[in-house]
């Protein structure tokens, strides 16, 4: 079993849609969990980043951490085209290294 | 915001020779940055972990002696693809940590990526 795991997709929605991306995991040290955006051929793009649960909100994404469940979760209001990328999660305790997901792929058509 | 560098962006070479990739943190010092390799549709994979002032800590079942790491400066952090085979052929990408050593407030800073053809 993954530490992580993500749906890789591809996830396919019209613009102006609610889009809803999950990760689940297994090691419940984690503390600090981020969402990265990747444009194909381009680096990861810090999105969000948060720490043990709760909320967090920045414009159009909103993060979510159920330390209970193991979910984090990532909502983007208003999907546009521009949006479709592929967006990793991910995760780390303390000192340790960061843990990725596999990446969801958004396609938002028009 | 933070921003990390990467150069080449891409490269070419034949098979046998050596390749330097940079990875600079231009607007904030990283005592810790890190190495990754993504192949196509896939997630990114550590390498390894490069400390400014101590040899490179690496992932199981990646070789030292073909990816030399040197952490020169508190900004820039070199991976030396050595004697390059076709299946070296990969998008590495690099990221830095702005948290000072010992602490955890911050997370990683990914460059733009390289991508290295090995003919």
């Known amino acids: 079993q993954k530490e992580v795991e993500q749906d890789p997709g591809p996830l396919s929605v019209p613009e102006g849609a609610i889009v809803s991306l999950n990760c689940t995991y297994s090691?419940?040290?984690?503390?600090?969990f981020m969402w990265y955006r990747q444009y194909s051929r381009k680096g990861p793009e810090l999105l969000m980043y948060?720490?043990?649960?709760g909320n967090k909100e920045d414009g159009r994404f909103t993060a979510q951490v159920d330390k209970s469940s193991k979910y984090i979760s990532l909502f983007i209001r208003d999907s546009q085209p521009s949006d479709s990328a592929t967006y990793l999660c991910?995760?780390?305790?303390?000192?340790?290294?960061?843990?990725f997901g596999t990446g969801t792929r958004l396609l938002v058509s028009p | 915001g933070a921003v990390v560098s990467q150069h080449p962006s891409w490269v070419i070479c034949k098979s046998g020779t050596s390749v330097k990739i940079e990875c600079r943190s231009l607007?904030?010092?990283?005592?810790?940055m890190f190495w990754y390799r993504q192949f196509p549709k896939q997630s990114l994979m550590l390498m390894a972990t490069?400390?400014?002032?101590?040899?490179?800590?690496?992932e199981q079942g990646v070789e030292k002696d073909k990816f030399l790491i040197n952490h020169a400066s508190l900004t820039l952090s070199t991976l030396t693809v050595t004697s390059a085979h076709p299946e070296d052929s990969s998008f590495y990408i690099c990221?830095?940590?702005?948290?000072?050593?010992?602490?955890?407030?911050?997370?990683?800073?990914f460059g733009p990526g390289t991508r290295l053809l090995v003919l």
């Open positions: 090691n419940s040290a984690f503390q600090y």
């Open positions: 607007d904030f010092q990283a005592t810790t």
């Open positions: 948060t720490y043990s649960s």
């Open positions: 490069s400390n400014e002032g101590s040899k490179a800590t690496y």
């Open positions: 991910a995760m780390r305790s303390g000192f340790q290294k960061l843990v």
């Open positions: 990221s830095a940590d702005p948290g000072l050593a010992g602490t955890i407030q911050e997370t990683q800073y």
